[in-house]
């Protein structure tokens, strides 16, 4: 019996050890997971957005040493459904406030800021080789227009801009336009880029869209103030979002007078 109470005596201390090691790696393990997931942040971004937020990026980057931004630029109505089906993310920000008021209704987005507005114009190609002058030339036979996809903010911007014409240009205006559509592109980006490539004579795009790169490639026809749209942008935190306080801190740069000051350079108007 002593020999066996010596070795269950000595047994003791590791058995203790033994019993607080999952204490112990429990709570340096949770913590590391924890630190991992505040690092990155996944912001989900109308693809209008894809030159301002990406200059915000290197900026949130450089503000927030250690963290890394993932972008991920497509339509609205793409990325609600991405965001529907489980997609991860941290930040929402829309061409519309319809999209945003979905994911809120869903409980996908806690409250929304708005914060920029946009307005839309014409891009045709360098040279304009269909000779489109004004918003009225778009119902010329003969010229091949393309738009984003119907769901997509700017064509539905685009719409309520034609059906405003109608009134100046007459009944069937809008109706003459899109009977010369030819396609539907995936988002704005998508759109823009087959003018200036030259494989479509026109489209509607945001003001916003043209920059200087793009610019270089196609020329821009004003769309009258009076038949225009105001375009406004919302912006919110996902509900389940894995980096709530890097969400937050993107929302508050984007709202902040540097985060505006770069929404202008790159063709938005200011939030209000």
Known sequence: MGSVDGVGAKLVPYVVVAALLPILFGCGGSASPEVGEESSLTVYAASSLTDAFGELK????????????RLNFAGSSTLLTQLEQGAPADVFAS?????????VSDGL?????????NRLTIIVPA?????????????????TFVLAQDEVPVAQYAKES?????????ASFSERVLS??????????AAANRV????ADATIVYTSDATPDLRERVETIE???????VASYPIAVIEDAQSPELGQGWVDLVLSDEGQRVMEKWGFERAG
């Open 223 to 229: 769309i009258p103030e009076e038949l225009n749209v």
């Open 58 to 69: 290197a900026n949130f980057e450089e503000e927030n040493p250690g963290s890394e931004v």
């Open 109 to 117: 987005a806690q409250a929304p800021h708005i914060f920029a507005s």
């Open 127 to 143: 040279g304009n080789p269909a000779g489109i002058q004004s918003y009225r030339d778009l119902a010329n036979p003969d010229i």
């Open 162 to 170: 034609l059906t405003k014409a109608n009134v100046v240009y007459g």
């Open 180 to 189: 010369n559509l030819a396609s539907r592109e995936a988002d704005v980006k």
């Open 196 to 199: 200036a490539v030259g494989d």
């Open 95 to 103: 061409a519309d406030e319809a999209k945003m008021n979905n994911a």
